[in-house]
């Protein structure tokens, strides 16, 4: 594991060094003085997706769903408490693909909801279809930051 990891504020976007010994220290942004981890997922848009995943070398994982869909809103609550019990280990957002469609589609999603996990703006897992959370929490172990 490496020393430090470069992350985007979730508030003002700006780029952060945290030492990975540190990350659940309550880190705190440079720039803004904003927290760096809410403990909720971050909504991902076309303006803060090269900041929040592009260029994180926190992994990522990215709930892509929509508001009609059943179990995207069943999954919702389960992705959630994830985020609140996972971070600082892995960040979490959501993308709403109806609001985001050309972001939805460059990652060529064909159903929802669909789960993927960037590590510095790449893709390196991907799971469609609701999962519980235990089964979400077994999915994202590989991929979580040793604190």
Known sequence: MTDSLHMACPHCLAINRVAAARLADASRCGKCKQPLFTGAPLELTTANYAALIERSELPVVVDFWA?????????????????????????FAKLDTEAEPTLAGRFGIRSIPTLIVFKEGREIARQAGLMQGAQLKRWLEPYLIQV
């Open 67 to 91: 508001g009609w869909c059943g179990p995207c809103k069943m999954m919702a609550p389960l992705f959630a408490q994830a985020a609140a019990e996972l971070e600082p280990r892995i960040r």
